[in-house]
C-alpha cells in the first residue's frame, strides 16, 4: 500500500518560498502511470490543484500558479517536493500531495495535509 507524508514548515512569512515535500513509502515515484500531485485546500473554500510530476519527471502546473511554482523530485529518497515563491496570506491553506494512476488505473492515494500558514 502506498502512503504518503507531506513535511515543511507551518509557518512561512510573506514574500518568502513555501516549500514541502512529500515521502512516498510502498512503492516507487519511478512507476509507470502514476502520476503525483500537489493539491490545496484555503480555509473555507474548495480543493486546489497546483501540479503534478510524472513518472518520467515531467510536469504540468495549474495556469494561475504556474509562474510561482516548481515541483521536482528526488529519485534516491522517493520523494517530491513542491516550492511556491513569492507568497502571500492567499496562500495559506492545508497543503495535501496525491498519488493516482493514469487512466484505466484505480491507484490513488492521500497524504494527511499539512496546514501551511503565511503570516509576519
Known amino acids: 500500500q502506498v502512503q504518503l507524508q507531506e513535511s515543511g514548515p507551518g509557518l512561512v512569512k510573506p514574500s518568502q518560498t513555501l516549500s514541502l515535500t512529500c515521502t512516498v513509502s510502498?512503492?516507487?515515484?519511478?512507476?509507470?502511470?502514476?502520476?503525483w500531485f500537489w493539491i490545496r485546500q484555503p480555509p473555507g473554500k474548495g480543493l486546489e490543484w497546483i501540479g503534478c510530476?510524472?513518472?518520467?519527471?515531467?510536469?504540468l502546473y495549474s495556469p494561475s500558479l504556474k509562474s510561482r511554482t516548481s515541483i521536482s523530485r528526488d529519485t534516491s529518497k522517493n520523494q517530491f517536493t513542491l516550492q511556491l515563491s513569492s507568497v502571500t496570506p492567499e496562500d495559506t491553506a492545508v497543503y495535501y500531495c496525491?498519488?493516482?494512476?493514469?487512466?484505466?488505473?484505480?491507484?490513488?492515494?492521500w497524504g494527511q495535509g499539512t496546514q501551511v500558514t503565511v503570516s509576519s
Open positions: 510530476i510524472g513518472d518520467s519527471g515531467n510536469t
Open positions: 510502498g512503492g516507487s515515484i519511478t512507476t509507470i502511470n502514476h502520476y
Open positions: 496525491f498519488a493516482a494512476g493514469g487512466v484505466g488505473s484505480l491507484f490513488n492515494s
